[in-house]
């Protein structure tokens, strides 16, 4: 399984990116994916996760701001950022976990978001 993440770069405050993670070798559909962060100096932290059923949850610190969706069709999964902040810079990686009763998990490489003020 491979996990191909883009879309991040330098923004300004205030701006939106989209972030993109492409799955391969595995049957997107039936997998949870969810978007982790990792701002400098910090642990990995969950940001949001849409189930293989299309269920949306967030954490509580980007709720409003930061929009997870997928394309089965693609086999892609989105994360929309917006009102971007500095705190917002961090590497972001997708993550994919396969059904039940194995829940295989996978990581894509990471793409690194910088927001300046």
């Known amino acids: 399984v491979q996990l191909q993440a883009s879309g991040g770069g330098l923004a300004q405050s205030g701006q939106s990116l989209r972030l993109s993670c492409r799955a391969s070798?595995?049957?997107?559909?039936?997998?949870?994916m969810s978007w982790y962060r990792q701002l400098p100096g910090k642990l990995r932290e969950l940001v949001a996760v849409?189930?293989?059923?299309?269920?949306?949850d967030y954490a509580d610190s980007v709720k409003g701001r930061f929009t997870i969706s997928r394309d089965n069709a693609k086999n892609t999964v989105y994360l929309k950022i917006d009102s971007l902040q500095p705190d917002d810079t961090a590497v972001y990686y997708c993550?994919?976990?396969?059904?039940?009763?194995?829940?295989?998990?996978?990581w894509g490489q990471g793409t690194q978001v910088t927001v300046s003020s």
């Open positions: 993550n994919s976990r396969g059904p039940p009763p194995f829940r295989y998990t996978y």
């Open positions: 070798g595995t049957i997107f559909s039936n997998n949870d």
């Open positions: 849409i189930t293989s059923g299309g269920v949306t």
